[in-house]
């Protein structure tokens, strides 16, 4: 059993609460948790926890070391926002035999059904709070990808000029090799010093090649 460090963001009001938990509990029991320790209030139709950068979705009888959960990690809190085991289709849920509601996979936003997303109005936003906050965290994933993929092009680009001055120095190192040993039965006291440094050069292109960048 190991411990893992993470964060919860509150589902309306964007708090945020750091707890280490065992490994081996499951996401209905972390919500349980939680509204034990009164982070959260009752909801009628419950929570679901997502794993914030990733959208993946901790289920209710999943562990969090089955859901792949790093120390670290925050999990958003978001509503499950159907009810009654009936909601209309364009709302994006479905009645079950049992009088269950099963979430459609067309639901982006809760209360609001992806698949006519270009029909919402500034009002079915404005009047569901949990689109509201949905599109904030949505918001903030979307700038730490940006910020990862931006430090990796970074990296990338320091990559590439280090190769391309490593290929360089590789065949300016071969030039002067060259160079050396042609001269080993001429002059040997000029040709180990050039010698010295040809080596020189391929070691340190060498080191270009493959070092790892740091920013």
Do not use: C, W
């Not at 002059?187 to 060498?206: D, F, M, S």
């Amino acid at each position: 059993m190991a411990d893992v460090t993470v964060a919860f963001i509150h589902p309306t009001d964007g708090r945020i609460i750091t707890v280490s938990l065992d490994s081996t509990i499951t996401g209905q029991e972390a919500i349980n948790e939680l509204l034990a320790n009164h982070f959260l209030d009752p909801h009628a139709d419950g929570y679901e926890l997502v794993i914030r950068g990733t959208s993946e979705i901790i289920r209710s009888s999943q562990s969090f070391a089955e859901a792949g959960v790093r120390d670290g990690d925050k999990i958003r809190i978001v509503p499950v926002t159907f009810g009654g085991g009936k909601v209309s289709d364009s709302k994006g849920l479905r009645d079950k035999p049992n009088g269950s509601a099963v979430r459609d996979r067309g639901i982006g936003i809760p209360g609001l059904d992806k698949r006519t997303v270009k029909d919402f109005s500034i009002e079915d936003i404005q009047n569901s709070p949990e689109a509201l906050i949905m599109i904030v965290h949505l918001y903030d994933d979307l700038q730490l990808r940006h910020e990862k993929l931006s430090t990796e092009l970074e990296k990338e680009r320091f990559r590439s000029r280090d190769r391309f001055v490593a290929a360089l120095l590789l065949l300016i190192s071969q030039v002067v090799l060259s160079i050396g040993s042609n001269l080993l039965t001429a002059n040997k006291v000029i040709a180990v010093p050039v010698l010295i440094a040809g080596g020189l050069q391929a070691l340190l292109a060498l080191y270009l090649t493959f070092r790892k960048p740091t920013i």
